[in-house]
């Protein structure tokens, strides 16, 4: 074809899409290795966390609720505000 034509197609070759397909893969595999690394070592943190850590409305009242709990790392727990 011509340079300059205007022409709805496009060719591509089938081993290139191949190529590229397996370069994906690749990407894919250490992406999700990655992410079950990650997970595994999130996950025992997250499961140590406890108590509620929300703040309480603006338009309510304070008194005689609890101090709202702050989260420390996990030798020293969480504890009130």
């Known amino acids: 074809m011509p340079p300059g034509t205007n022409d709805d197609h496009i060719s591509v070759r089938l081993?290139?899409?191949?190529?590229?397909?397996?370069?994906?893969?690749?990407?894919?595999?250490?992406?999700?290795?990655g992410l079950d690394a990650l997970y595994d070592r999130v996950e025992p943190v997250v499961l140590s966390w406890t108590g509620k850590h929300a703040r309480p409305s603006s338009t309510s009242s304070t008194s005689g609720t609890a101090a709202p709990r702050t989260c420390r790392p996990p030798k020293s727990g969480c504890t009130s505000a």
């Open 15 to 33: 081993a290139t899409l191949q190529h590229l397909a397996g370069e994906l893969e690749d990407i894919l595999r250490n992406l999700n290795a």
